[in-house]
């Protein structure tokens, strides 16, 4: 067996459901479950309706790099999102099977583990970072390292997971001097780029080029499963320097990573059309105008400037608070701990739960009225 699986640190959702095994959910609530960040939104129409019409896509082997229509409609895209000149749809862009496995299989293509490399990481973060660092024989960090030495990686994600927080220009400007002073790869997570309510978020391209800079060293991961609701069709893309994503193509040409034929029509119409986008954000910012009021003393939380989770501080210890609440209000969210690590001895997501603002309206409002009862009762 390869050793380095013994490093891998169990998953969230099974840390949580180890939490809970032994906890019965109070009978006399409905059940409502906001701890896993999977779109409830119907997938529109037009997408659905391409994918029908494309299934005899299923009758032929696509190639890795995927259609030229999908990766011009990629890089039209990222044009008119971030008003950046039109990426190159053969060299600059390469769909990819959901962002989760290319950001994974990105770390085994850049890290070379023969000089002791290590991999930067956000901390609270997405884990299959800390994967991905664990198993291309890389070391993660957590947060800001005090010594950059031996960075091959970092993995940036704005908006953040869970927090919500964007990237500024400012910022951007800081990471991309380290990465000029140290030689290190940035690979930067945007899927929730579409979900905000005051305005786009700045994205590391659109930076990068306000900068005056090239994309060497820069590669952006996005997807549609949050953008248009498709979580199911794992469909997305990685776009940035040429350099890398020839090498990243080659890796996923051995790694049988191709998107199907029927799976890229659907992607075309969904990149091609906004109007579904709109009213994705529409509905979330209707539920955050909804349930924000509803959070009370003594938990804290703030909106946050893109994604669909609530980030609340808890009274008490996080885990105990997420199996409290299961047992008492049949609510279930992630303990922030869970989705962290210890750093001098700081777990930044010691008390505080991720609440995924993920179901209809009235659940969402329901749940986090009964998460504040839970606080207020303690």
Not at 110 to 116: E, F, L, M, S
Not at 163 to 178: I, N, P, Y
Not at 214 to 229: D, G, Q, W
Not at 333 to 348: E, H, K, M, Q, W
Request: with cysteine; glycine share 6%; hydrophobic share 40%.
């Amino acid at each position: 067996m390869n050793p380095l699986l013994a490093k891998l640190q169990p998953y969230p959702f099974e840390k949580l459901r180890a939490l809970t095994a032994g906890t019965t959910a109070n009978p006399a609530l409905r059940p409502l479950n906001l701890s896993i960040g999977e779109p409830k939104h119907p997938t529109p129409a037009l997408v659905k309706d391409a994918l029908t019409r494309a299934l005899d896509g299923l009758a032929a082997y696509p190639l890795t790099i995927g259609s030229p229509e999908l990766r011009r409609a990629i890089a039209g895209w990222l044009a008119r999102r971030y008003g950046i000149p039109q990426p190159d749809p053969e060299t600059e862009v390469l769909p990819i099977n959901g962002s989760r496995e290319a950001l994974f299989a990105f770390a085994q293509t850049v890290i070379d583990p023969t000089r002791a490399a290590r991999v930067v990481c956000p901390n609270p973060f997405y884990q299959i970072y800390e994967g991905a660092a664990f198993l291309a024989g890389a070391t993660p960090l957590y947060g800001t390292p005090k010594i950059w030495d031996g960075v091959q990686l970092v993995y940036a994600c704005s908006p953040a997971n869970p927090s919500g927080k964007v990237m500024k220009l400012d910022d951007w400007r800081a990471l991309f001097a380290l990465a000029d002073r140290h030689g290190f790869v940035i690979a930067s997570d945007e899927c929730y780029s579409e979900i905000y309510c005051d305005g786009p978020p700045l994205g590391s391209l659109q930076a990068a080029r306000q900068l005056g800079r090239s994309y060497e060293r820069l590669v952006a991961f996005s997807s549609l499963s949050k953008r248009s609701n498709a979580p199911g069709m794992r469909s997305g893309f990685v776009a940035g320097d040429a350099a890398l994503i020839k090498k990243f193509l080659l890796y996923r040409t051995y790694h049988g990573s191709a998107m199907s034929l029927s799976v890229q029509a659907a992607s075309i119409a969904a990149w091609n059309d906004e109007a579904h986008v709109h009213e994705n954000r529409r509905l979330y910012a209707e539920k955050y105008r909804a349930v924000l009021s509803r959070v009370k003393a003594p938990l804290e939380t703030e909106m946050p400037e893109g994604g669909f989770y609530l980030w609340i501080r808890t009274p008490i210890d996080d885990a105990e608070f997420a199996r409290r609440l299961l047992a008492e209000q049949n609510v279930l969210v992630l303990p922030g701990s869970y989705i962290a690590r210890t750093v001098d001895g700081v777990n930044p997501g010691t008390n505080h739960i991720r609440v995924a603002l993920v179901p209809p309206l009235a659940e969402c409002t329901e749940a986090i009225e009964r998460i504040s009862r839970l606080a207020q009762s303690l």
